[in-house]
């Protein structure tokens, strides 16, 4: 039961410390450097995942460099080539709003 209590705890005092710092100011709810390279590492050069790196989550940073990037890309650039050029017209739009969730995301601290 002790163990259990002190799991509890742990969990626990982590996000209400994290809250805590939050609301008093100590603590930024993104990284605004990571952030804002993550930004234009993505939307310049498509090597998305760059936040996550800087913010020190490497597995899914890799993981958009390597996997989900690239099929994104690929995806999204076939479906411009099948549209014969119109689909350039949607698919911007969506490749800087998946920069844009994908950089925030990867630059939160929460």
């Given at each position: ?75 999204l ?9 119109l ?24």
């Amino acid at each position: 039961m002790k163990v259990k209590n002190e799991e509890i705890y742990e969990a626990g005092f982590e996000d209400g410390y994290r809250a805590a710092a939050e609301k008093l100011g100590q603590i930024e709810p993104r990284n605004k450097a990571a952030f804002v390279i993550g930004v234009i590492i993505a939307g310049l050069f498509g090597i998305c995942g760059m936040s996550y790196v800087l913010n020190d989550k490497v597995g899914a940073g890799c993981l958009w460099m390597f996997i989900f990037g690239p099929f994104l890309a690929l995806m999204l650039a076939a479906y411009a080539f099948v549209s014969a050029g119109l689909g350039t017209l949607l698919v911007l739009p969506i490749w800087l709003l998946i920069v844009y969730a994908q950089a925030k995301s990867g630059a939160s601290n929460l």
